[in-house]
């Protein structure tokens, strides 16, 4: 089979399936797992398909949510990089919200044991990293549980957030453009985070560059609502400009 004609069977398999991972197609059509990741190159600049950890998901599927396995997993190197550099913007004493993210939960796992701070996340993973943290006084907001982000939603969590004002919030999104501000792909979660903005003083985004461009069902806040982007060396320059035009600051971890 050519290139061109088992490209074309890829395209119908995600949009069929909703989804394909590289092993799979490789075995499918018995070509290298390189040759499946060139074709799924050659598909994502062509419009067709959008590539993701381990495979690719059909372009314009806004909704698509990858699970916390595979979120830890993806660009692994540049979340470190990002969660260390972020340590810069904790507060010496004072408040902290941390929202549900696997970068976020990576910062939560460096906080210094010497450090006196509250903290407050809706977020389980965040919570775990902190509970045996003896100079945090930890704050746990309730709701109902989402089994992919295993972050706490809905009414609980709102009210939570409405009764608070924090020094720093460190946010995390699964998607963002200049224009079009920062996105995720379920409802519920796009509240909460837009409750953890209205509640804090400070708002600094911790992001991977490969989170640029890509753009999800529920939009949760504009760029001039974030203080501060900490990401990695791939953003393009063009988009670190329009970002900055909109009043937040951008840091290259």
């Known amino acids: 089979m050519y290139a061109p004609e088992r490209q074309q069977h890829i395209v119908r398999l995600a949009r069929d399936a909703g989804r394909v991972d590289v092993l799979s197609l490789a075995e499918e059509f018995q070509v290298t797992a390189e040759t499946v ?6 598909l994502d600049r062509a419009g067709l398909v959008r590539r993701v950890h381990g495979g690719a998901i059909p372009a314009g ?19 470190d990089r990002i969660a260390a550099a972020a340590l810069a913007e904790l507060p010496a004493a004072g408040s902290v919200i941390l929202d549900a993210g696997s970068t976020v939960a990576r910062l939560a796992a460096r906080i210094p044991v010497d450090r006196a701070l509250t903290v407050v996340t809706h977020a389980l993973p965040v919570a775990a990293r902190l509970s045996d943290h003896m100079g945090i006084d930890l704050h746990l907001v309730g709701g109902r549980v989402r089994h992919r982000t295993r972050a706490a939603v809905d009414a609980w969590a709102l009210r ?9 919030l460190f946010l995390a999104t699964n998607g963002f453009t200049p224009e079009g501000g920062l996105t995720t792909p379920d409802l519920a979660e796009a509240a909460v985070k837009r409750a953890a903005v209205a509640a804090a003083r400070r708002v600094v985004l911790l992001a991977d560059s ?8 529920a939009r949760f806040a504009a760029f001039a609502e974030i203080d501060l982007l900490i990401t990695d ?3 393009a320059r063009a988009q670190q400009a329009a970002i900055e035009a909109a009043g937040t600051e951008v840091v290259r971890a």
């Open 160 to 168: 939570a957030y409405a009764e608070i004002r924090a020094d720093v």
């Open 210 to 217: 490969a989170k640029a461009g890509q753009e999800h069902f």
């Open 37 to 42: 990741r060139r074709d799924l190159k050659a």
């Open 61 to 79: 599927r806004l909704d698509f949510e990858p699970d916390l396995t595979e979120r830890e997993a993806t660009a692994a190197d540049e979340k």
């Open 233 to 235: 060396a791939g953003l």
